[in-house]
């Protein structure tokens, strides 16, 4: 995915490991919940 993001000149990204569930979990969801990929600041 990091090779992509360069690739299409997109800033890439970082999940940390106490992360990860919410952004699998967003993923999975996505098609039903768009907002669960929002970012958190």
């Known amino acids: 995915m990091?090779?992509?993001c360069l690739k299409n000149k997109i800033m890439s990204f970082i999940i940390s490991d106490n992360d990860t569930p919410y952004y699998l979990r967003g993923l999975k969801e996505y098609?039903?919940?768009k907002g669960?990929?929002?970012?958190r600041v």
């Open 2 to 4: 990091f090779k992509e």
């Open 31 to 33: 098609d039903n919940e």
């Open 36 to 39: 669960f990929l929002k970012v």
